[in-house]
């Protein structure tokens, strides 16, 4: 990163003295223009080059790769650029500096990238201290590890493949691996070959002793890794955490983490915030519309399931008359969802005022009290009933393991026409386990839509 840093100043010095010397054209740029442009610049390429995989520890197949990258990267780093000059309204920007620029940072960055691969690469096949690597393990583990060790930059290793000749078998595709059926001779090897770190492979069907094999390397002060037996191809997700220094391997449900649920946390106060104002401000019009529509309460209380089983009352303008809750049985068999969700068309218990809301999703309002209190998020699955958690199969209560939203991702789309309660649940799995912060803007942007629309609830 210091050295991009430094080929990107480089780069700006070079354009601007470039410009002044070889291009006669008149032109004006200022010297707080000239240093906010290669500021912004080293700044931005730091990010990018980490985005676009430029400070990944996988090695690039071909250096064309790195090219693409780099180029790309500074693509984005110069629309930056351009679109912060634009606000800044700098009309002393020089746009042939910055393709100048541009030219010289892609060859400095692309260059010193070339010179520093070869550099290491020349270091980790002849170092003398390059990292001397045996693994042990069998068939796809053994094979998954030793083409990571290939794809992985370092100052240097290489995997010990030159075994006894009674187990010259243990090659699996030209890559090297002791299996466990001659894991006895571990002591052997280790003793006659020169080697740094033992990684086990082992699975967990494989009945070893495997405490008395990393005690061996242990008293002759050679270092180990294990991968765990609950790890396999299929389910990569398994993560290792420490608490209060002691070592867990925990396997995590869904794609958040403590960085997203902070960001996540302060967009939905802020939102919360604005959209309690606007409850509050509706209230009074809402109340009379809905009392002299029909006789009952203002606003609607029920206990929903929130998050891991947690209850809470959500918060909503009545729609319904007063004793919806009673007739709802009588309307199962107008059940229009294939599953424990109940929805019916044209519910003859929504009052007209009702309707209105509902079409509006005005009647989703008060729920901003509930994310304010923490006890929904402005996006995430919808909470749903006690009767319906009580039909739910094992594997749908994964979509109440995180914050009830008041949008989602099935409400964005077009859960009018979702009646299968499967396809909710793949929706909302699909949430949870490939979410990203600037998802939950996305769906709060085609919320704003679906609403100028007045696609709201049936």
């Known amino acids: 990163m210091c050295l991009d840093s430094l080929c990107v100043v480089f780069a700006g010095y070079l354009a601007y003295y470039f410009r002044i010397y070889f291009d006669t054209r008149p032109w004006l740029l200022t010297e707080?223009?000239?240093?906010?442009?290669?500021?912004?610049?080293?700044?931005?390429?730091?990010?990018?080059?980490?985005?676009?995989?430029?400070?990944?520890?996988?090695?690039f197949r071909h250096f064309s790769r790195a090219w693409w990258q780099i180029f790309k990267a500074l693509g984005v780093d110069f629309i930056v650029l351009a679109s912060i000059m634009f606000f800044l309204r700098e009309k002393t920007f020089s746009r042939a500096f910055m393709a100048y620029f541009g030219a010289f940072a892609f060859l400095l960055l692309g260059i010193q990238r070339f010179l520093f691969s070869v550099y290491t690469?020349?270091?980790?096949?002849?170092?003398?201290?390059?990292?001397?690597?045996?693994i042990v393990g069998q068939d796809d583990r053994a094979r998954v590890i030793s083409e990571a060790f290939e794809r992985q930059l370092s100052w240097g290793h290489e995997l010990v493949c030159d075994f006894p000749e009674k187990i010259r078998n243990a090659c699996l595709d030209g890559r090297c691996a002791l299996p466990p059926t001659c894991i006895t001779l571990l002591p052997q090897i280790l003793r006659e070959k020169e080697?740094?770190?033992?990684?086990?492979?082992?699975?967990?069907?494989?009945?070893?002793?495997?405490?008395?094999?990393?005690?061996?390397?242990?008293?002759?002060?050679?270092?180990?890794?294990?991968?765990?037996?609950?790890?396999?191809?299929?389910?990569?997700?398994?993560?290792?955490?420490?608490?209060?220094?002691?070592?867990f391997l925990s396997i995590p449900v869904n794609n958040f983490n403590a960085i997203g649920l902070l960001y996540k946390r302060l967009l939905d106060v802020v939102g919360?915030?604005?959209?309690?104002?606007?409850?509050?401000?509706?209230?009074?019009?809402?109340?009379?519309?809905?009392?002299?529509?029909?006789?009952?309460p203002v606003l609607?209380?029920?206990?929903?399931?929130?998050?891991?089983?947690?209850?809470?009352?959500?918060?909503?303008?009545?729609?319904?008359?007063?004793?919806?809750?009673?007739?709802?049985?009588?309307?199962?068999?107008?059940?229009?969802?294939?599953?424990?969700?109940?929805?019916?068309?044209?519910?003859?218990?929504?009052?007209?005022?009702?309707r209105f809301l509902r079409k509006m999703s005005i009647d989703e309002i008060?729920?901003?009290?509930?994310?304010?209190?923490?006890?929904?998020?402005l996006v995430g699955?919808?909470?749903?009933?006690?009767?319906?958690?009580?039909?739910?199969?094992l594997a749908h209560r994964k979509r109440i393991s995180a914050k009830p939203g008041i949008t989602g991702l099935w409400q964005v789309s077009g859960r009018n026409r979702i009646d299968d309660f499967e396809k909710v649940v793949e929706l909302d799995c699909q949430y949870l386990d490939r979410w990203r912060f600037f998802d939950d803007i996305k769906i709060l942007l085609r919320t704003v839509v679906v609403v100028l629309m007045r696609k709201g609830a049936f």
């Not at 604005?274 to 209230?283: S, Y």
């Not at 303008?317 to 059940?335: G, H, I």
């Open 32 to 59: 707080t223009s000239f240093l906010i442009s290669v500021i912004v610049i080293m700044v931005a390429n730091n990010y990018t080059f980490n985005k676009f995989g430029l400070y990944s520890p996988t090695r």
């Open 121 to 134: 690469d020349s270091k980790s096949r002849n170092g003398f201290s390059r990292r001397k690597i045996l």
């Open 195 to 247: 080697v740094d770190e033992v990684v086990f492979a082992i699975s967990s069907d494989t009945s070893i002793d495997l405490k008395s094999y990393t005690d061996v390397c242990r008293k002759m002060g050679i270092s180990v890794r294990i991968l765990p037996a609950l790890w396999s191809l299929e389910s990569d997700n398994l993560r290792v955490e420490t608490v209060q220094n002691i070592p």
């Open 272 to 296: 919360s915030v604005v959209g309690t104002a606007i409850f509050l401000l509706l209230f009074p019009f809402v109340a009379v519309a809905i009392k002299l529509d029909s006789p009952g």
């Open 300 to 354: 609607f209380r029920q206990r929903r399931v929130g998050q891991n089983g947690r209850v809470f009352n959500l918060l909503k303008f009545r729609t319904m008359y007063a004793d919806a809750e009673e007739r709802k049985k009588e309307l199962t068999v107008l059940n229009v969802m294939n599953g424990p969700m109940f929805k019916v068309k044209n519910d003859p218990r929504i009052t007209r005022v009702g």
């Open 366 to 377: 008060p729920q901003f009290v509930n994310v304010l209190k923490g006890e929904m998020s």
């Open 381 to 393: 699955t919808r909470p749903p009933t006690f009767d319906e958690v009580e039909r739910y199969a």
